[in-house]
Nanobody
Framework: QVQLVESGGGLVQAGGSLRLSCTVS????????RGWYRQAPGKQRELVAT???????TYADSVKGRFTISGDNAKNTVYLQMTSLKPEDTAVYYC???????????WGKGTLVTVSS
């Protein structure tokens, strides 16, 4: 069974930085898209950023210029560098790794990011 393991969450003051990491328990050769989503209390889960195996990235407007997603295809690992954090970035951040070709998607259990004002 494939498991995604996230790390790097925590408590940080506004303006600070955190780096999230997500890796898989075993290599998955068909993954072509990796991403981060987040869910704040009382809100729906939303896309934060994605990166394809070719390196194309997308970002939510709310994080553009502050967050950077990167990935390592060989290690099935994806990172999210978060800078200039704001209290509204507080949420549980979920890693997603998917194969759009085969219709497969894997989710992590989430890591909590709390930004204090």
């Amino acid at each position: 069974q494939v498991q995604l393991v996230e790390s790097g969450g925590g408590l940080v003051q506004a303006g600070g930085s955190l780096r999230l990491s997500c890796t898989v328990s075993r290599n998955i050769f068909v993954i072509d898209t990796r991403g981060w989503y987040r869910q704040a209390p009382g809100k729906q889960r939303e896309l934060v950023a994605t990166i394809t195996s070719g390196g194309s990235t997308t970002y939510a407007d709310s994080v553009k210029g502050r967050f950077t997603i990167s990935g390592d295809n060989a290690k099935n690992t994806v990172y999210l560098q978060m800078t200039s954090l704001k209290p509204e970035d507080t949420a549980v951040y979920y890693c997603n790794q998917a194969s759009t070709r085969y219709g497969m998607a894997y989710w992590g259990k989430g890591t909590l990011v709390t930004v204090s004002s």
